[in-house]
């Protein structure tokens, strides 16, 4: 199973990139999987229908989103009928879309892309480590593959959360600051990790 994980796609040199490049990428690392943060993609702020709409045709399976999920608000309506763009679960209930998406990948595999989004510098929302355990005992037991965008600003809630979720999902990607990070490792329990995935305006 080979998954590609996008992060930030920011304005339309980010969306230029994707249309240029990824489908090239797809086909020659025969990528089962694409998942992408989307929620800088309408020039830098937010995402919007069209743009959700253009991506997803590009090839990629799932959208995560964070902070700037709701600068748009055309997207608000538009979220309750896309399941495969995400919002960050942590946000109280009664927002409009999930913060959760269940899908088959292109090798058969069912997978699920969780969508969180850390506190510290940023709304006071819900507990992203108890969203996260509710989120992950409602998946379904033939899921095979769990990979969690936790959309954060510091590096220790990114780190805390890849810890604490260690040995239960597959991945934990941080998204955000737009700065890459070197710290890509495999925690003990197996979780696959790395602080911040950057991203692709330079890509």
């Not at 959208?63 to 960050?88: A, F, V």
């Amino acid at each position: 199973m080979r998954v590609l994980f996008i992060a930030d796609i920011v304005g339309s040199p980010g969306r230029r990139i994707v249309e240029e490049r990824l489908a090239d990428v797809v086909a020659e690392r025969q990528i089962d999987l694409v998942v992408a943060n989307g929620e800088n993609s309408a020039s830098g702020f937010g995402i919007t229908p069209r743009i959700a709409d253009e991506l997803l045709g590009m090839g990629i399976d799932v959208l995560t989103g964070g902070n700037h999920s709701w600068d748009r608000k055309e997207i608000l309506e538009y979220l309750p009928h896309q399941p495969r763009l995400l919002r960050p679960a942590n946000f109280p209930e009664g927002n409009p879309g999930s913060g959760v998406y269940v899908g088959t990948a292109k090798n058969g595999v069912k997978y699920a892309v969780v969508n969180l989004e850390g506190r510290v510098f940023l709304t006071p929302i819900e507990d992203p480590f108890r969203k996260a355990d509710c989120e992950l005992s409602k998946l379904p037991p033939d899921v095979a593959l769990v990979l969690v965008d936790m959309h954060a600003e510091t590096t220790s809630e990114k780190v805390a959360m890849g810890w604490y979720l260690d040995g239960r999902v597959t991945a934990v990607v941080g998204t955000h600051t737009h700065v890459a990070t070197a710290d890509e490792r495999l925690l003990p329990q197996g979780t696959a990790y790395i602080t911040d995935g950057g991203d692709d305006r330079a890509a």
